[in-house]
C-alpha cells in the first residue's frame, strides 16, 4: 500500500511539474484512462490541477470506475478533499449517486467525520435520509463513530431521526450499543423513539446493555426506557449478566430493585454461565455492606429452596443437585470476598452496632435454630438478620437422626422395618410447627413415595435418598469452609460428620461413588478420612486411581505439553554425562507451578523432544537416583528394592538431593510417567504416612525380622534375655548404645512389654535412622502430590502407581498392539514379530518396550493403558519397506514402532536385536 500511494505520489509530482511548464496537457479522451490520472489529485486535494485539466475535458464528473463503481466525488468526500469536492459539484457531480454498495459521497463523508465535506454536499442538496444496501443512513455511520458534533448538523436535515436499517436498528440503536453518551442524547434530544425495537425485539437499552454499556444505559433509564426481553426472552438483564457487566446489573437494579431478586435466580439456571454470576455478584455485593448482606441471604433463600427440592423424591436428582451445588458456590464466593471473610484477614464488616457480619450470621444461626427446636411463636420476616441455610441443615440434620433410629430398631427387631413412607409421614408428623410459624418445607413427599408403589424396609430409604442427603452434606460442608480460614476444616462440620457417622458410612457403604461425587471433605481433613479409609480403600483401584487424578489435576489447565506451546526457557536441557546435577540444576530453577502444566526436556547436543524423551528422561534419571555414588539409596536385602541411606550424610549434599529424588517421584506421579525404580515397603509406608511394622525389617536384615518375631511368639519370661530398651547401632563403623525411648537402657524387656519393643525397634531401625532423609523426600514429593490425595492408596499399589508392572506379558502385549501402513495380525512379518518376542529374555523385550515408548515399565491395568503424547496411545506397528541392512526405528512420541517387511524371521530378530542394543539408549541414534 505505501509503494502504491509512492508511484501516486510521483505521478503526481510529474504531472504538476509539466503542467506548470506547459499549458497543453490534456486528459486523455476515454473515461477509464482519465479517472485514474485524475483519481490521485483529487485523494490530494490539488484542486488547481484538477480543475485545469478538467477546463477543456469531456470527462463524466459522474463516471463510476473499479469494481465498487465509485466516482471521484466518493473519493474526495472519502479523502476529505474539499476543494475537489467543490470543484465536482459545481461541474455537475451527482451528491446521491450511489456506489455498488448504495452508499453515497455522504455515506464515506459521515462514516469518515469529514465535517466540511459533508457541509459542502448538504448545500449542494445531498439527501441525507438515502439509505445504502444494508439499510445504513449517514446519521448511523455518524452514530456508530460517535461523531456528534456532525450529528447536531445533520440531523436538522433529516426526515426521520427513527430511520431503520434492513435490521431494524435504528441510529440511537448503534449509537447505545457502541456507548456513545453524547451521540445517544443528540438523538434523544432531536425525537429518537427510546423504545424502538428491532426486528428481533431488541430495543436501545437491551442494545446497551448487550455490550456493557453503563453510562449509555444510565441515561436510556434515566430518560424513561422500559425493561423489556427481545422475541427470544431475552432480557437486558441477562445479556449483563452473560457478559459479567456488573456495572450495567448495579445501573439496571438501582432503576429496577425487583430485578434483584431475578439476579438471584439467576443462579439457578444451567445456562448461565457461573463464572459471569459470580463476577457480577462480586460487583454488587461490593457497592455497600447492605448489599454484601442482602446478596447473602438471598442467596441462602434460593439455596435452601432447592435444597428442600433436590430432597423431594418428586423432583429430578440431577438438575436439583447441579442447582444447589452451583449456589452455593457462588454463595461461598461472594461471602469470602466479604469484609468478614476469615480469608482476607479482616472481620471488620459492621452491620451498624459494630458487629462483624460473620459473627451476624452465626448468631442468628443459632438463635434461629433455638426457635425452631422450641417451636417458639416468632416472626421470621420480622427478624434481624439471619442465614436462611440454618433452615436447610437442620432439616439434614433431621432425616439423618431418623434414618439412625430406623437402622437402630432394624437392628435389634428386622421384621419391624418401617415403610419408607411411614418414614416420610413420621418425619412430618415430628416437624409440624405452630400455624404461627411457617411450616418447613417437608423433604419426603409421601404422596410421591405412594406413587413409586415403594413398600420397602428403612434401608431402602437409604438407597432413595443417600445421594441427594450426600449432595446436601456437600453443600453444608461448603459453607462451613467458607467462614474458615484456608486449609483449615470446620469444627462444627467435624462435630457433624461425627455425630452421623454411622449413617455416613452406610451411605459410603451402600453406594461408593458417594465418596467421589460428594464427599470432597475425606480430602481435606485427615481426622475425617481416617474414619472412612477402610471403606475407601475397598473400593477398586481403578476408582480410586479416577478420583486421585481428577483431584490432583483439579483446577490446573491440559498439563501435556503437546497442547500448549513450548516456551524455550522451559526447556529442561539435559546433559546424559551428568544427568543426575544437571537435572537437579535445571528443576530447581524452574516455578513448581510450570512444571504442573507440562514437562519438556531436551539432551544436550540432540534435537529428539516429546513425550517419549520425558520418558526416557524420567527412566534414566530414577536409575540415577538410586546409583551408590550419591549414597542415597542403599539396596534392600533381596537385592531389587531401595530404601533411604542411614549414612547418607557422607555427601554434604545429601538432604537437597533427597528433596530432589522426592520432587521427580512426586513430579512423575503427577504426570503419569513411570520411575525404573523400585523401594522397599517400608518406604512406601513412610511416603504414604503409615506406620512400619516388625515384618518390614525383614528388606533390611530378614534374620533380626526373624528374632523379633521370635520374641513376640514366644514366653520370654524365664529365659534371661536381659534385654532393654536400647539397641546397639553401626554409626560409620563404632557401636552406639541408643535408648528405644527416655531411660530405655535401664527398662527390661518383658513379657508385657515385649510388643512395645519390637515396634520401637522397628521405628528405630526403619524410621528413626533415616528421619532426616524421609523429611526432605518428602518435602519434594508433596510439593506436588498432597499428602490426602496419596492415602488413598496402600503400598503395594503406590508402588505399581510409580513404577508400573514389573513382568512383561507378551499376550497382553499383542492383544493391546495396532498396526498401520498395511500390516495387519495375519501379516508373515508380523507373526515373525511375536514369535521373536516370545523368545526374547525378559530384559531385552524391557529393551523393545524402552526402544518403542521412551520406558521399560507397563502402566497398572497393563499395556491398555500405555501413554502417548496426546493421552492413552496403544503400542503401534507400522510397515515400511525393506532395503539391505535396514534397522527398525520408532517414533516414542506415539509409541510406534516401524518394522521393515524383513524376508524371514531370522533376519527379523538379526536386526531387532541389533536396534535394541545400538540404540535403547539415545533414540535419535536408532
Same mark, same amino acid.
Given at each position: 500500500?505505501?509503494?502504491?500511494?509512492?508511484?501516486?505520489?510521483?505521478?503526481?509530482?510529474?504531472?504538476?511539474?509539466?503542467?506548470?511548464?506547459?499549458?497543453?496537457?490534456? @486528459?486523455?479522451?476515454?473515461?477509464?484512462?482519465? #479517472?485514474?490520472?485524475?483519481?490521485?489529485?483529487?485523494?490530494?486535494?490539488?484542486?488547481?490541477?484538477?480543475?485545469?485539466?478538467?477546463?477543456?475535458?469531456?470527462?463524466?464528473?459522474?463516471?463510476?470506475?473499479?469494481?465498487?463503481?465509485?466516482?471521484?466525488?466518493?473519493?474526495?468526500?472519502?479523502?476529505?478533499?474539499?476543494?475537489?469536492?467543490?470543484?465536482?459539484?459545481?461541474?455537475?457531480?451527482?451528491?446521491?449517486?450511489?456506489?455498488?454498495?448504495?452508499?453515497?459521497?455522504?455515506?464515506?463523508?459521515?462514516?469518515?467525520?469529514?465535517?466540511?465535506?459533508?457541509?459542502?454536499?448538504?448545500?449542494?442538496?445531498?439527501?441525507?435520509?438515502?439509505?445504502?444496501?444494508?439499510?445504513?443512513?449517514?446519521?448511523?455511520?455518524?452514530?456508530?463513530?460517535?461523531?456528534?458534533?456532525?450529528?447536531?448538523?445533520?440531523?436538522?436535515? #433529516?426526515?426521520?431521526?427513527?430511520?431503520?436499517?434492513?435490521?431494524?436498528?435504528?441510529?440511537?440503536?448503534?449509537?447505545?450499543?457502541?456507548?456513545?453518551?453524547?451521540?445517544?442524547?443528540?438523538?434523544?434530544?432531536?425525537?429518537?423513539?427510546?423504545?424502538?425495537?428491532?426486528?428481533?425485539?431488541?430495543?436501545?437499552?437491551?442494545?446497551?446493555?448487550?455490550?456493557?454499556?453503563?453510562?449509555?444505559?444510565?441515561?436510556?433509564?434515566?430518560?424513561?426506557?422500559?425493561?423489556?426481553?427481545?422475541?427470544?426472552?431475552?432480557?437486558?438483564?441477562?445479556?449483563?449478566?452473560?457478559?459479567?457487566?456488573?456495572?450495567?446489573?448495579?445501573?439496571?437494579?438501582?432503576?429496577? $430493585?425487583?430485578?434483584?431478586?431475578?439476579?438471584?435466580?439467576?443462579?439457578?439456571?444451567?445456562?448461565?454461565?457461573?463464572?459471569?454470576?459470580?463476577?457480577?455478584?462480586?460487583?454488587?455485593?461490593?457497592?455497600?455492606?447492605?448489599?454484601?448482606?442482602?446478596?447473602?441471604?438471598?442467596?441462602?433463600?434460593?439455596?435452601?429452596?432447592?435444597?428442600?427440592? @433436590?430432597?423431594?423424591?418428586?423432583?429430578?436428582?440431577?438438575?436439583?443437585?447441579?442447582?444447589?451445588?452451583?449456589?452455593?458456590?457462588?454463595?461461598?464466593?461472594?461471602?469470602?470476598?466479604?469484609?468478614?471473610?476469615?480469608?482476607?484477614?479482616?472481620?471488620?464488616?459492621?452491620?451498624?452496632?459494630?458487629?462483624?457480619?460473620?459473627?451476624?450470621?452465626?448468631?442468628?444461626?443459632?438463635?434461629?435454630? #433455638?426457635?425452631?427446636?422450641?417451636?417458639?411463636?416468632?416472626?421470621?420476616?420480622?427478624?434481624?438478620?439471619?442465614?436462611?441455610?440454618? !433452615?436447610?441443615?437442620?432439616?439434614?440434620?433431621?432425616?439423618?437422626?431418623?434414618?439412625?433410629?430406623?437402622?437402630?430398631?432394624?437392628?435389634?427387631?428386622?421384621?419391624?422395618?418401617?415403610?419408607?413412607?411411614?418414614?416420610?409421614?413420621?418425619?412430618?408428623?415430628?416437624?409440624?410447627?405452630?400455624?404461627?410459624?411457617?411450616? @418447613?418445607?417437608?423433604?419426603?413427599?409421601?404422596?410421591?413415595?405412594?406413587?413409586?408403589?415403594?413398600?420397602?424396609?428403612?434401608?431402602?430409604?437409604?438407597?432413595?435418598?443417600?445421594?441427594?442427603?450426600?449432595?446436601?452434606?456437600?453443600?453444608?460442608?461448603?459453607?462451613?469452609?467458607?467462614?474458615?480460614?484456608?486449609?483449615?476444616?470446620?469444627?462444627?462440620?467435624?462435630?457433624?460428620?461425627?455425630?452421623?457417622?454411622?449413617?455416613?458410612?452406610?451411605?459410603?457403604?451402600?453406594?461408593?461413588?458417594?465418596?467421589?461425587?460428594?464427599?470432597?471433605?475425606?480430602?481435606?481433613?485427615?481426622?475425617?478420612?481416617?474414619?472412612?479409609?477402610?471403606?475407601?480403600?475397598?473400593?477398586?483401584? *481403578?476408582?480410586?486411581?479416577?478420583?486421585?487424578?481428577?483431584?490432583?489435576?483439579?483446577?490446573?489447565?491440559?498439563?501435556?505439553?503437546?497442547?500448549?506451546?513450548?516456551?524455550?526457557?522451559?526447556? !529442561?536441557?539435559?546433559?546424559?554425562?551428568?544427568?543426575?546435577?544437571?537435572?537437579?540444576?535445571?528443576?530447581?530453577?524452574?516455578?513448581?507451578?510450570?512444571?504442573?502444566?507440562?514437562?519438556? #526436556?531436551?539432551?544436550?547436543?540432540?534435537?529428539?523432544?516429546?513425550?517419549?524423551?520425558?520418558?526416557?528422561?524420567?527412566?534414566?534419571?530414577?536409575?540415577?537416583?538410586?546409583?551408590?555414588?550419591?549414597?542415597?539409596?542403599?539396596?534392600?536385602?533381596?537385592?531389587?528394592?531401595?530404601?533411604?541411606?542411614?549414612?547418607?550424610?557422607? =555427601?554434604?549434599?545429601?538432604?537437597?538431593?533427597?528433596?530432589?529424588?522426592?520432587?521427580? @517421584?512426586?513430579?512423575?506421579?503427577?504426570?503419569?510417567?513411570?520411575?525404573?525404580?523400585?523401594?522397599?515397603?517400608?518406604?512406601?509406608?513412610?511416603?504414604?504416612?503409615?506406620?512400619?511394622?516388625?515384618?518390614?525389617?525383614?528388606?533390611?536384615?530378614?534374620?533380626?525380622?526373624?528374632?523379633?518375631?521370635?520374641?513376640?511368639?514366644?514366653?520370654?519370661?524365664?529365659?534371661?534375655?536381659?534385654?532393654?530398651?536400647?539397641?546397639?547401632?553401626?554409626?560409620?563403623?563404632?557401636?552406639?548404645?541408643?535408648?528405644? *525411648?527416655?531411660?530405655?537402657? $535401664?527398662?527390661?524387656?518383658?513379657?508385657?512389654?515385649?510388643?512395645?519393643?519390637?515396634?520401637?525397634?522397628?521405628?528405630?531401625?526403619?524410621?528413626?535412622?533415616?528421619?532426616?532423609?524421609?523429611?526432605?523426600?518428602?518435602?519434594?514429593?508433596?510439593?506436588?502430590?498432597?499428602?490426602?490425595?496419596?492415602?488413598?492408596?496402600?503400598?503395594?499399589? !503406590?508402588?505399581?502407581?510409580?513404577?508400573?508392572?514389573?513382568?512383561?506379558?507378551?499376550?497382553?502385549?499383542?492383544?493391546?498392539?495396532?498396526?498401520?501402513?498395511?500390516?495387519?495380525?495375519?501379516?508373515?512379518?508380523?507373526?515373525?514379530?511375536?514369535?521373536?518376542?516370545?523368545?526374547?529374555?525378559?530384559?531385552?523385550?524391557?529393551?523393545?518396550?524402552?526402544?518403542?515408548?521412551?520406558?521399560?515399565?507397563?502402566?497398572?491395568?497393563?499395556?491398555?493403558?500405555?501413554?502417548?503424547?496426546?493421552?492413552?496411545?496403544?503400542?503401534?506397528?507400522?510397515?515400511?519397506?525393506?532395503?539391505?541392512?535396514?534397522?527398525?526405528?520408532?517414533?516414542?512420541?506415539? =509409541?510406534?514402532?516401524?518394522?521393515?517387511?524383513?524376508?524371514?524371521?531370522?533376519?527379523?530378530?538379526?536386526?531387532?536385536?541389533?536396534?535394541?542394543?545400538?540404540?535403547?539408549?539415545?533414540?535419535?541414534?536408532?
Amino acid at each position: 500500500m505505501e509503494r502504491a500511494m509512492e508511484q501516486l505520489n510521483v505521478q503526481l509530482s510529474r504531472l504538476t511539474r509539466s503542467l506548470r511548464r506547459a499549458r497543453t496537457v490534456e @486528459l486523455p479522451e476515454d473515461n477509464e484512462t482519465a #479517472v485514474y490520472t485524475l483519481m490521485p489529485m483529487v485523494m490530494a486535494d490539488q484542486h488547481r490541477s484538477v480543475s485545469e485539466l478538467l477546463l477543456n475535458s469531456k470527462f463524466d464528473v459522474n463516471y463510476a470506475f473499479g469494481r465498487v463503481k465509485r466516482s471521484l466525488l466518493h473519493i474526495a468526500a472519502n479523502c476529505g478533499s474539499v476543494e475537489c469536492l467543490v470543484l465536482l459539484l459545481k461541474r455537475g457531480a451527482n451528491p446521491n449517486y450511489q456506489d455498488i454498495s448504495g452508499c453515497t459521497p455522504l455515506h464515506l463523508a459521515a462514516r469518515n467525520g469529514q465535517k466540511k465535506c459533508m457541509g459542502k454536499l448538504l448545500e449542494y442538496n445531498a439527501d441525507v435520509n438515502i439509505c445504502n444496501n444494508e439499510g445504513l443512513t449517514a446519521i448511523h455511520w455518524l452514530a456508530v463513530n460517535g461523531r456528534t458534533e456532525l450529528l447536531h448538523d445533520l440531523v436538522q436535515h #433529516v426526515s426521520n431521526v427513527d430511520v431503520e436499517d434492513a435490521m431494524g436498528q435504528t441510529a440511537l440503536h448503534v449509537a447505545c450499543q457502541n456507548g456513545h453518551k453524547t451521540t445517544v442524547l443528540c438523538l434523544l434530544d432531536s425525537g429518537a423513539d427510546i423504545n424502538r425495537p428491532n426486528v428481533s425485539g431488541a430495543t436501545p437499552l437491551y442494545f446497551a446493555c448487550s455490550h456493557g454499556q453503563r453510562d449509555t444505559a444510565q441515561i436510556l433509564l434515566s430518560r424513561g426506557a422500559k425493561y423489556t426481553p427481545d422475541k427470544n426472552g431475552i432480557t437486558p438483564l441477562d445479556l449483563c449478566v452473560q457478559g459479567g457487566y456488573g456495572e450495567t446489573c448495579e445501573i439496571l437494579i438501582q432503576h429496577n $430493585s425487583r430485578l434483584f431478586q431475578t439476579l438471584i435466580q439467576m443462579t439457578q439456571n444451567d445456562d448461565m454461565k457461573e463464572n459471569m454470576l459470580r463476577q457480577v455478584l462480586e460487583h454488587v455485593s461490593q457497592q455497600s455492606d447492605s448489599h454484601y448482606q442482602r446478596i447473602l441471604t438471598s442467596l441462602a433463600e434460593v439455596a435452601t429452596t432447592n435444597g428442600h427440592k @433436590l430432597l423431594s423424591l418428586s423432583s429430578s436428582y440431577e438438575a436439583q443437585m447441579k442447582s444447589l451445588l452451583r449456589i452455593v458456590r457462588i454463595f461461598c464466593h461472594v461471602f469470602r470476598l466479604g469484609p468478614s471473610s476469615p480469608n482476607n484477614g479482616n472481620d471488620m464488616g459492621y452491620n451498624g452496632n459494630k458487629t462483624p457480619r460473620s459473627q451476624v450470621f452465626k448468631m442468628c444461626a443459632r438463635q434461629m435454630e #433455638v426457635e425452631t427446636i422450641q417451636k417458639d411463636e416468632c416472626s421470621w420476616t420480622g427478624s434481624a438478620v439471619f442465614d436462611p441455610l440454618e !433452615l436447610l441443615w437442620h432439616s439434614l440434620d433431621e432425616w439423618l437422626v431418623l434414618i439412625s433410629t430406623e437402622l437402630e430398631r432394624n437392628r435389634k427387631n428386622p421384621s419391624s422395618s418401617s415403610s419408607s413412607s411411614e418414614i416420610a409421614s413420621l418425619l412430618l408428623k415430628q416437624r409440624e410447627v405452630d400455624h404461627s410459624t411457617p411450616k @418447613l418445607p417437608s423433604l419426603l413427599d409421601p404422596e410421591a413415595i405412594m406413587e413409586t408403589e415403594v413398600y420397602a424396609d428403612g434401608e431402602d430409604v437409604i438407597s432413595m435418598t443417600a445421594s441427594r442427603l450426600s449432595a446436601v452434606i456437600q453443600a453444608f460442608y461448603m459453607c462451613c469452609s467458607c467462614q474458615m480460614p484456608q486449609g483449615m476444616t470446620s469444627p462444627r462440620f467435624i462435630e457433624f460428620v461425627c455425630k452421623h457417622d454411622e449413617v455416613l458410612k452406610c451411605f459410603v457403604t451402600r453406594n461408593p461413588k458417594i465418596i467421589f461425587n460428594h464427599f470432597h471433605f475425606l480430602l481435606e481433613c485427615p481426622e475425617l478420612m481416617s474414619r472412612f479409609m477402610h471403606i475407601i480403600k475397598a473400593q477398586p483401584f *481403578k476408582d480410586r486411581c479416577e478420583w486421585f487424578y481428577e483431584h490432583l489435576l483439579a483446577g490446573q489447565p491440559d498439563s501435556d505439553m503437546v497442547h500448549r506451546p513450548v516456551n524455550e526457557n522451559d526447556i !529442561l536441557l539435559i546433559h546424559r554425562d551428568t544427568i543426575f546435577r544437571s537435572s537437579c540444576e535445571m528443576v530447581s530453577k524452574s516455578s513448581n507451578e510450570k512444571l504442573k502444566l507440562g514437562i519438556a #526436556v531436551r539432551f544436550h547436543g540432540e534435537e529428539g523432544m516429546g513425550q517419549g524423551v520425558v520418558r526416557e528422561w524420567f527412566d534414566i534419571l530414577s536409575n540415577e537416583i538410586i546409583n551408590p555414588d550419591y549414597a542415597l539409596f542403599t539396596q534392600s536385602a533381596d537385592g531389587t528394592t531401595f530404601q533411604p541411606n542411614s549414612n547418607s550424610s557422607v =555427601n554434604p549434599d545429601h538432604l537437597n538431593y533427597f528433596q530432589f529424588a522426592g520432587h521427580i @517421584l512426586g513430579l512423575a506421579l503427577y504426570h503419569r510417567q513411570l520411575v525404573n525404580i523400585y523401594f522397599t515397603r517400608s518406604f512406601y509406608k513412610h511416603i504414604l504416612g503409615i506406620p512400619v511394622s516388625y515384618q518390614d525389617v525383614s528388606s533390611i536384615d530378614p534374620e533380626y525380622a526373624k528374632n523379633l518375631q521370635w520374641i513376640l511368639d514366644n514366653d520370654i519370661s524365664d529365659l534371661g534375655l536381659e534385654l532393654t530398651f536400647s539397641v546397639e547401632t553401626d554409626v560409620f563403623g563404632a557401636m552406639e548404645e541408643v535408648p528405644l *525411648k527416655p531411660g530405655g537402657t $535401664s527398662i527390661l524387656v518383658t513379657q508385657d512389654n515385649k510388643a512395645e519393643y519390637v515396634q520401637l525397634v522397628t521405628e528405630l531401625r526403619m524410621t528413626r535412622a533415616i528421619q532426616p532423609q524421609i523429611n526432605a523426600f518428602l518435602q519434594g514429593f508433596h510439593t506436588f502430590i498432597l499428602p490426602s490425595l496419596v492415602q488413598l492408596f496402600d503400598e503395594y499399589e !503406590l508402588e505399581l502407581l510409580l513404577s508400573g508392572m514389573p513382568e512383561i506379558d507378551v499376550q497382553d502385549w499383542c492383544r493391546n498392539t495396532e498396526y498401520t501402513s498395511g500390516y495387519d495380525p495375519r501379516e508373515p512379518v508380523i507373526q515373525w514379530f511375536w514369535k521373536v518376542v516370545n523368545s526374547l529374555s525378559q530384559e531385552e523385550r524391557v529393551l523393545l518396550l524402552q526402544f518403542v515408548t521412551g520406558s521399560s515399565r507397563v502402566p497398572h491395568g497393563g499395556f491398555a493403558f500405555l501413554m502417548g503424547g496426546s493421552g492413552l496411545q496403544k503400542f503401534t506397528v507400522s510397515a515400511v519397506p525393506f532395503s539391505s541392512n535396514l534397522l527398525p526405528t520408532s517414533s516414542t512420541c506415539i =509409541n510406534m514402532l516401524k518394522l521393515p517387511e524383513y524376508p524371514s524371521q531370522e533376519v527379523l530378530r538379526d536386526r531387532l536385536l541389533v536396534a535394541l542394543h545400538c540404540g535403547s539408549y539415545g533414540y535419535t541414534m536408532a
